[in-house]
């Protein structure tokens, strides 16, 4: 019985009004759904960009200016992934309040009031887990 309790996604949220709202809290499953769609079209955009820029190094074999061309292009792919990892996230949830993954899914950020987080937006949650995600390669 406490198991099951602990595995209920329903949230009955009370106005001060007295009015219940009834609400289902996205699952694990869900939310990872959401996540890999997110990072589908982030690292899609990042594997487009790094065709571009292999095309216009081959450009560079005529000139023989190799060298540069892949320095450029190793810099804009860098920034592309710091903006995928970073802005991506924190732009999308500052202008619909989710990202596209989350509303495929149907998936929203809310307080428990039952209104939309405005801590989301501003990208608190993803500096909040970046940290743990760079951790091994400050160390090494």
Do not use: N
Not at 21 to 27: K, M, Q
Not at 93 to 101: L, Y
């Amino acid at each position: 019985m406490i198991l099951a309790r602990m595995l209920d996604t329903d949230v009955a949220i009370e106005t001060p009004e007295h009015i219940v709202f009834p609400y289902r809290v996205a699952g694990p499953a869900r939310r990872a759904l959401g996540h890999v769609l997110d990072l589908l079209v982030c690292y899609g955009a990042i594997a487009l960009l790094g065709l571009i820029v292999l095309l216009a190094g081959l450009r560079g074999i005529d000139t023989g200016d190799i060298g540069t061309v892949a320095k450029a292009g190793v810099g804009i792919i860098l920034v592309a992934l710091f903006a995928a990892q970073w802005i991506y996230f924190v732009v999308c949830e500052a202008i619909w309040g989710r990202s596209p993954g989350k509303m495929a899914v149907g998936v929203r950020v809310v307080t428990t009031l039952g209104r939309a987080d405005w801590v989301a937006g501003c990208g608190a949650p993803q500096l909040a887990e970046r940290p743990l995600t760079f951790s091994p390669s400050v160390t090494s």
